[in-house]
């Protein structure tokens, strides 16, 4: 027990030398688009670039150069996950950027009506400290991840076919910013079979169904991309003399 004891004081005073050799540092930074000069209160959607600007000095105002800076991200799980990280400049500056996006989670078999809504953070830039200078944090920002939207239409080149008939989908996908976009996965349904769509450029698609049966047909369009709300597409093909 004695030697422990002599032991664990020894290291206790190693400790307490090693701390004071240690200056003090402060952690600040800015996220872009807060809406709030005390919380942030940003809102970002999934694919926006989000910067972090800010400096690493000592309690005296000296800047610290070549540390390694964190940005961390706490979700409401709890858990703290790094999404961004880099080293300070000669001036103790950093500028970092991240693409929003909602944090991984472990998926259950896809339920095509789930929507995905928002993820509510709050973000803060981190300095782990070294042999020189004790850790700091900056101040936490609060902000909303939200999903962002893509529209999905289908149509065909006709209204109204005959039986044996060919007959051209088409199949468009478009965001808010009414730009094309392609989804992750594709699955169409032709009469409850899969079939495959040919893709002719970014967010556009073509299925030919070369002869129509004496039939109404119907199409199911079921596209799906991370981080995005997107409507599944409808289709009934109208076949003369049907009712």
């Given at each position: 027990?004695?030697?422990?004891?002599?032991?664990?004081?020894?290291?206790?005073?190693?400790?307490?030398?090693?701390?004071?050799?240690?200056?003090?540092?402060?952690?600040?930074?800015?996220?872009?688009?807060?809406?709030?000069?005390?919380?942030?209160?940003?809102?970002?959607?999934?694919?926006?670039?989000?910067?972090?600007?800010?400096?690493?000095?000592?309690?005296?105002?000296?800047?610290?150069?070549?540390?390694?800076?964190?940005?961390?991200?706490?979700?409401?799980?709890?858990?703290?996950?790094?999404?961004?990280?880099?080293?300070?400049?000669?001036?103790?500056?950093?500028?970092?950027?991240?693409?929003?996006?909602?944090?991984?989670?472990?998926?259950?078999?896809?339920?095509?009506?789930?929507?995905?809504?928002?993820?509510?953070?709050?973000?803060?830039?981190?300095?782990?400290?070294d042999d020189q200078y004790m850790a700091s944090r900056s101040a936490k920002n609060t902000a909303v991840i939200h999903a962002d939207l893509i529209d999905t239409f289908v149509n065909s080149d006709k209204n109204?076919?005959?039986?044996?008939?060919?007959?051209?989908?088409?199949?468009?996908?478009?965001d808010r910013n009414d730009e094309f976009i392609d989804p992750d996965t594709l699955r169409v349904l032709l009469n409850d079979q899969e079939v495959e769509a040919e893709k002719k450029k970014t967010g556009s698609?073509?299925?030919?169904?070369?002869?129509?049966?004496?039939?109404?047909?119907?199409?199911?369009?079921?596209?799906?991309?991370?981080?995005?709300?997107?409507?599944?597409?409808?289709?009934?093909?109208?076949?003369?003399?049907?009712?």
């Amino acid at each position: 027990m004695g030697v422990m004891l002599v032991m664990s004081t020894a290291l206790a005073v190693s400790n307490t030398s090693f701390a004071a050799k240690q200056k003090a540092s402060v952690l600040s930074m800015e996220i872009s688009g807060c809406t709030n000069s005390m919380t942030c209160n940003a809102d970002f959607l999934v694919g926006d670039e989000v910067t972090f600007d800010g400096v690493l000095t000592t309690a005296d105002g000296e800047p610290i150069r070549g540390a390694e800076i964190n940005i961390v991200k706490l979700i409401p799980k709890p858990e703290l996950v790094v999404i961004a990280s880099g080293v300070t400049g000669i001036e103790g500056d950093f500028a970092l950027s991240w693409t929003a996006e909602f944090t991984e989670i472990e998926k259950a078999p896809q339920d095509v009506t789930q929507k995905i809504f928002q993820e509510n953070v709050a973000i803060f830039a981190q300095f782990e400290g070294d042999d020189q200078y004790m850790a700091s944090r900056s101040a936490k920002n609060t902000a909303v991840i939200h999903a962002d939207l893509i529209d999905t239409f289908v149509n065909s080149d006709k209204n109204l076919y005959t039986q044996g008939q060919s007959a051209i989908v088409f199949m468009a996908f478009v965001d808010r910013n009414d730009e094309f976009i392609d989804p992750d996965t594709l699955r169409v349904l032709l009469n409850d079979q899969e079939v495959e769509a040919e893709k002719k450029k970014t967010g556009s698609y073509t299925l030919t169904i070369e002869s129509l049966p004496k039939e109404h047909t119907q199409l199911f369009v079921i596209p799906k991309k991370d981080g995005y709300n997107i409507e599944n597409g409808y289709l009934t093909i109208i076949v003369d003399g049907l009712k």
